[in-house]
T-cell receptor, first 115, second 115 residues
Framework: DVKVTQSSRYLVKRTGEKVFLECVQD?????MFWYRQDPGLGLRLIYF???????EKGDIPEGYSVSREKKERFSLILESASTNQTSMYLC??????????????FGPGTRLLVL | AQKVTQAQTEISVVEKEDVTLDCVYE???????LFWYKQPPSGELVFLIR??????QNEISGRYSWNFQKSTSSFNFTITASQVVDSAVYFC????????????FGQGTTLQVKP
């Protein structure tokens, strides 16, 4: 079974804090993704990575950065948290081969509240 | 541009009723993949099905069935004899061109099955 884990299920931070969300997958997947989920908007892609140290911006990268130093780990960083970043954050991973047809597997999500 | 629309925001049914969740997509690609995911209250997105654009055969898996019609750009999901455990948010998604397998998600449909 594919296993994607996220470091925290719930997180409360203050405005201006630097926030790290960690994601680890155990299936040797090349691709990893960070989404945020907001009511009425579905899931929106923040960043993705297709290899170690490689990253690409998604649809809403502003205010976020990412790090992928090891294949199994993909970190999302909020450099200076703001209240509009209060959201549910979901990490996913997938194989690379023939990208369009591969299935993404998701972690349990982190609910972040920025006060 | 690629887009997925789930027009039904919320659906409420009584247990044992059949229910259909609608999904309409837009893409100019001739090769694409469509997905359905289930998100129970725990938060993790669970993969349900993947279909490619060349296979319009309907699929049935237990109480779940999917109807893919390219002529109307729809990929609808039916639950037969719904159960309380089917209560969740359901997302339809489209895989865009390229090797990264990025997904475009619909807004999600919240299904409540009452006993």
């Amino acid at each position: 079974d594919v296993k994607v884990t996220q470091s925290s299920r719930y997180l409360v931070k203050r405005t201006g804090e630097k926030v790290f969300l960690e994601c680890v997958q155990d299936m040797d997947h090349e691709n990893m993704f960070w989404y945020r989920q907001d009511p009425g908007l579905g899931l929106r892609l923040i960043y993705f990575s297709y290899d170690v140290k490689m990253k690409e911006k998604g649809d809403i990268p502003e205010g976020y950065s990412v790090s992928r130093e090891k294949k199994e780990r993909f970190s999302l960083i909020l450099e200076s948290a703001s209240t509009n970043q209060t959201s549910m954050y979901l990490c996913a991973s997938s194989l690379r081969a023939s990208g369009r047809r591969v299935t993404q597997y998701f972690g349990p999500g982190t609910r972040l509240l920025v006060l | 541009a690629q887009k997925v629309t789930q027009a039904q925001t919320e659906i409420s049914v009584v247990e044992k009723e059949d229910v259909t969740l609608d999904c309409v997509y837009e893409t100019r690609d001739t090769t694409y993949y469509l997905f359905w995911y289930k998100q129970p209250p725990s938060g993790e997105l669970v993969f349900l099905i993947r279909r490619n654009s060349f296979d319009e055969q309907n699929e049935i898996s237990g109480r779940y069935s999917w109807n893919f019609q390219k002529s109307t750009s729809s990929f609808n999901f039916t639950i037969t004899a719904s159960q309380v455990v089917d209560s969740a948010v359901y997302f339809c998604a489209l895989s865009v061109a390229g090797n990264t397998g990025k997904l475009i998600f619909g807004q999600g449909t919240t299904l409540q099955v009452k006993p």
